[in-house]
T-cell receptor, first 114, second 111 residues
Framework: DQQVKQNSPSLSVQEGRISILNCDYT??????FLWYKKYPAEGPTFLIS?????DKNEDGRFTVFLNKSAKHLSLHIVPSQPGDSAVYFC?????????????FGQGTRLTINP | ETGVTQSPTHLIKTRGQQVTLRCSSQ?????VSWYQQALGQGPQFIFQ???????GRGNFPPRFSGLQFPNYSSELNVNALELDDSALYLC??????????FGPGTRLLVL
């Protein structure tokens, strides 16, 4: 049962344009969402997060949008840079469980072309 | 730089053996979680420790066990290794808050 899904395994974007990565979830108890970026041979690096009480959070070039009714979140990167090429994971947690376990999607490989 | 370190970086074991993986933090994060990431998949939650007690577990058998020490460092132990245990093992730490910060991982290969 895949509670968090990233349906695009890969995405290719021109440098300077906007990258949009999408994520869908099924568990309505999730109340906190995060995006991580992962380079090969490294652990996931935290990028940005959003609480379920908000619908948008922005940090520099990164903006996360949350649509609770659609159970959908997206990460916008603008402008995209070559260093953004990596695998991006969305993750969700249900704080009511006590243990803050993160449920991850399968990841989307983003390639920024010069 | 998250300040979370893991050792070893990689290792090779044979089926049936036991392995211990380690995780530590410079910042004294008081909650540590362990994840298994198989090739091409997202990380999967194994368990979490808070104040040296396990307080949450994912769908992993009892041969996966852990410890958290007073200095908040942690170990993941896996007994009776199986071929499917080959994966990247990640630890993540947090202190209060919601955000978990990951170490670089240990890549385990079981032959």
């Amino acid at each position: 049962d895949q509670q968090v899904k990233q349906n695009s395994p890969s995405l290719s974007v021109q440098e300077g344009r906007i990258s949009i990565l999408n994520c869908d979830y099924t568990n309505s108890m999730f109340d906190y969402f995060l995006w991580y970026k992962k380079y090969p041979a490294e652990g996931p690096t935290f990028l940005i997060s959003i609480s379920s009480i908000k619908d948008k959070n922005e940090d520099g070039r990164f903006t996360v949008f949350l649509n609770k009714s659609a159970k959908h979140l997206s990460l916008h990167i603008v402008p995209s840079q070559p260093g953004d090429s990596a695998v991006y994971f969305c993750a969700a947690s249900d704080g009511n469980q006590g243990a803050q376990k993160l449920v991850f999607g399968q990841g989307t490989r983003l390639t920024i072309n010069p | 730089e998250t300040g979370v370190t893991q050792s070893p970086t990689h290792l090779i074991k044979t089926r049936g053996q036991q392995v211990t993986l380690r995780c530590s933090s410079q910042s004294g994060h008081n909650t540590v979680s362990w994840y298994q990431q198989a090739l091409g998949q997202g990380p999967q939650f194994i368990f979490q420790y808070y104040r040296e007690e396990e307080n949450g577990r994912g769908n992993f058998p009892p041969r996966f066990s852990g410890l958290q020490f007073p200095n908040y460092s942690s170990e993941l132990n896996v007994n009776a290794l199986e071929l499917d245990d080959s994966a990247l093992y990640l630890c993540a730490m947090r202190q209060g808050g919601e955000t978990q910060y990951f170490g670089p991982g240990t890549r385990l290969l079981v032959l």
